[in-house]
C-alpha cells in the first residue's frame, strides 16, 4: 500500500514533473541554470558554486532533491583596446531525484558567452550565452506495484500487464540568452536578462515514438531583473524579480536580499532576505511560497541557507511545510571592482 500511495501521489505530481523544470529559490547563485549569458558575469577570474534543495521531507521518506554545480571562467579580451571586452566558458552539472520511485534526472552541459562593452569606461555590457546540455531520464519500474498485481490474498506478487516503457533515455538540450548590465557609479548597479531554455523542444516522454510531439518538454522563458545599492554605510540592498514562463506554468520570484558588511574592508558580511513565489496554473493564482535566507560571506566565499514556507495544497499533508536550501559560492581571484552581476 505504501508504494501504490507513493505511485498515486507520483501520478498526481505529473503535470509539475514532467511539464515544468526544477528551480532554486536561491537562483541567483546558481546563475548558469537561470541565463547562459551569466557565464563570466562577475567580478574576478572564474567562480565555482553549489546549490542543493531538499523539498518535502515531512511529506515523503524519501523527499525530492535537487543538485547543481558548475564551473565558469572569464578571460578580458580588451586590455589593450578602447573597449575592454571579455569571453567565458563553463561546465554545469544538474540532478534532480524522486525518491521512492527513483525518478532521476540528470544534466551535464557546456556555456560559452562573449560580453561587449559598450562604453571606454566599461560601465555597460551587453551579454550573449549560448547552452548545449545533454539531459538523461531514468525510472526503477522494480519500486512501482500496479492493481493487477495483487494476488486477491495478502500482497501483489502477481507479474503486471501494464505495457511499460523502456526505463531510461536522453535528449540534447539548447538554451541562449541575453544579458544587460549598467554600472553608473562603484556600488550601484541594474541589470537585466532574458533567457529560453530548451528552445529545440526535446521529447520528454519515455514512450519514444513518432507520434510524442504532444510529450515535447515546454519551452522555457525566463526575464530576470535586479538591481544593487546601498541604502546606508555598510549595507546593500540587491532587489531582483525573476519570472519564468514554460507551457501553462508562470511563476515568479519577487524579493531582496540585504547585504551588511561587518568591517570597512569589506572582508566580510551578513546577508538577510525575504522573497515570495506566486504561481499561476492554468487560471488560478496562488501563493506558493515564502522564503526565508540567511548568508554570510568571508572574503570572497558566499555561504546561503534558505527555507521555503510552501503555501499550497500539498503542504497540507506535510508535517513540514516546505523545502531547504543551502548554497556555497567562490570567487577565484577575486577584483572587487565593476560587478558585472551580484552574485549573492
Known amino acids: 500500500m505504501k508504494h501504490i500511495s507513493l505511485f498515486i501521489f507520483f501520478l498526481l505530481m505529473s503535470e509539475t514533473l514532467f511539464a515544468q523544470d526544477k528551480h532554486f529559490s536561491q537562483f541567483y547563485a546558481s546563475p548558469l541554470t537561470v541565463n547562459p549569458a551569466l557565464c563570466g558575469a562577475f567580478d574576478g577570474k572564474y567562480r565555482v558554486g553549489a546549490v542543493y534543495r531538499d523539498q518535502w521531507r515531512g511529506a515523503l521518506d524519501n523527499p525530492f532533491v535537487t543538485f547543481a554545480t558548475s564551473l565558469d571562467l572569464r578571460f578580458d579580451i580588451g586590455k589593450r583596446r578602447v573597449f575592454r571586452d571579455a569571453v567565458a566558458?563553463?561546465?554545469?552539472?544538474?540532478?534532480?531525484?524522486?525518491?521512492?520511485?527513483?525518478?532521476?534526472?540528470?544534466?551535464?552541459?557546456?556555456?560559452?558567452?562573449?560580453?561587449?562593452?559598450?562604453?571606454?569606461?566599461?560601465?555597460?555590457?551587453?551579454?550573449?550565452?549560448?547552452?548545449?546540455?545533454?539531459?538523461?531520464?531514468?525510472?526503477?519500474?522494480?519500486?512501482?506495484?500496479f492493481q493487477d498485481q495483487f494476488n486477491g490474498l495478502d500482497g501483489y506478487s502477481n507479474p503486471t500487464g501494464e505495457n511499460l516503457s523502456d526505463n531510461n533515455y536522453s535528449y540534447s538540450d539548447l538554451a541562449t540568452g541575453l544579458y544587460y548590465t549598467v554600472t553608473p557609479e562603484r556600488q550601484t548597479s541594474y541589470y537585466a536578462g532574458l533567457a529560453l531554455h530548451h528552445f529545440n523542444v526535446p521529447n520528454a516522454s519515455f514512450y519514444r515514438g513518432e507520434e510524442d510531439d504532444k510529450d515535447a518538454l515546454y519551452m522555457k522563458t525566463i526575464v530576470h531583473l535586479g538591481a544593487r545599492f546601498p541604502v546606508a554605510k555598510n549595507k546593500q540592498l540587491f532587489p531582483r524579480i525573476l519570472a519564468t514562463l514554460q507551457g501553462p506554468h508562470l511563476s515568479f520570484d519577487l524579493g531582496s536580499n540585504l547585504r551588511m558588511a561587518l568591517s570597512d574592508f569589506?572582508?566580510?558580511?551578513?546577508?538577510?532576505?525575504?522573497?515570495?513565489?506566486?504561481?499561476?496554473?492554468?487560471?488560478?493564482?496562488?501563493?506558493?511560497?515564502?522564503?526565508?535566507?540567511?548568508?554570510?560571506?568571508?572574503?570572497?566565499?558566499?555561504?546561503?541557507?534558505?527555507?521555503?514556507?510552501?503555501?499550497?495544497?500539498?503542504?497540507?499533508?506535510?508535517?513540514?511545510?516546505?523545502?531547504?536550501?543551502?548554497?556555497?559560492?567562490?570567487?577565484?581571484?577575486?577584483?572587487?571592482?565593476?560587478?558585472?552581476?551580484?552574485?549573492?
Open 89 to 145: 566558458g563553463g561546465i554545469v552539472f544538474f540532478t534532480d531525484r524522486v525518491g521512492g520511485i527513483d525518478f532521476n534526472t540528470n544534466q551535464m552541459a557546456l556555456v560559452g558567452a562573449y560580453h561587449k562593452a559598450l562604453d571606454r569606461r566599461s560601465t555597460q555590457y551587453l551579454s550573449l550565452g549560448l547552452k548545449f546540455g545533454l539531459t538523461q531520464k531514468n525510472l526503477n519500474f522494480e519500486q512501482l506495484t
Open 266 to 344: 569589506n572582508s566580510m558580511a551578513l546577508h538577510a532576505g525575504l522573497w515570495f513565489r506566486p504561481v499561476k496554473n492554468d487560471d488560478s493564482v496562488n501563493l506558493d511560497a515564502i522564503i526565508g535566507m540567511v548568508g554570510v560571506e568571508i572574503q570572497n566565499i558566499l555561504f546561503g541557507l534558505s527555507y521555503d514556507s510552501n503555501m499550497n495544497s500539498i503542504a497540507n499533508y506535510s508535517r513540514v511545510h516546505g523545502a531547504f536550501e543551502f548554497s556555497i559560492m567562490y570567487l577565484g581571484e577575486y577584483e572587487n571592482e565593476t560587478i558585472l552581476c551580484p552574485t549573492f
